[in-house]
């Protein structure tokens, strides 16, 4: 009982679930990672427009998420609004430009944040598209 519980646990981890399970009186929570590359995740993208991000070059990074993303019907791009936040960030200003991949639109919190998105190809494998030949140096 324990090893199918174990195997569910595992197989719901994969689908970036959170699972809460009652076993012998004892309550397991696990929250789990999703495994699957960003492309095939959450297909909203919201790049942060902080003033260090900005320094690091996010202007450059939205511009080529709207560009690559334009065609894609199940894709959102937009800048994040951080203004409830006290930094008015994600708040990893050093590692930026930053990225949040998959948050609900309705929630101000929430999502993953992607680290150094600079340059098409990155942002061109985040969004599972091919790199157009004009944009490949």
């Known amino acids: 009982r324990t090893m199918r ?13 959170e699972v809460a399970a009652l076993t012998r009186g004892v309550a397991l929570s696990l ?19 902080g ?3 900005s320094k690091k070059g996010s202007k450059r990074t939205l511009a ?3 560009q690559l993303g334009a065609e894609l019907p ?4 937009q800048a994040a609004d951080m203004s409830h936040t006290e930094h008015g960030c994600f708040d990893e200003c050093t590692m930026g ?5 998959g948050c609900d639109p309705s929630l101000t919190e929430g999502g993953r944040i992607v680290n150094g998105v600079k340059g ?9 598209v091919d790199l157009p030949e004009e ?3």
Do not use: H, W
């Open 5 to 17: 519980l174990a195997l569910l646990l595992l197989a719901l981890g994969t689908l970036g679930c």
């Open 31 to 49: 929250a789990l990672t999703d495994a699957r590359p960003i492309a095939m995740q959450e297909r909203r993208f919201e790049v942060c427009r």
């Open 51 to 53: 003033r260090y991000c």
């Open 64 to 66: 080529l998420f709207e």
């Open 74 to 77: 199940d894709v959102l791009v």
């Open 97 to 101: 430009p930053n990225v949040r991949v």
């Open 120 to 128: 098409a190809a990155k942002v061109a494998d985040m969004l599972g």
């Open 135 to 137: 944009m490949r140096s």
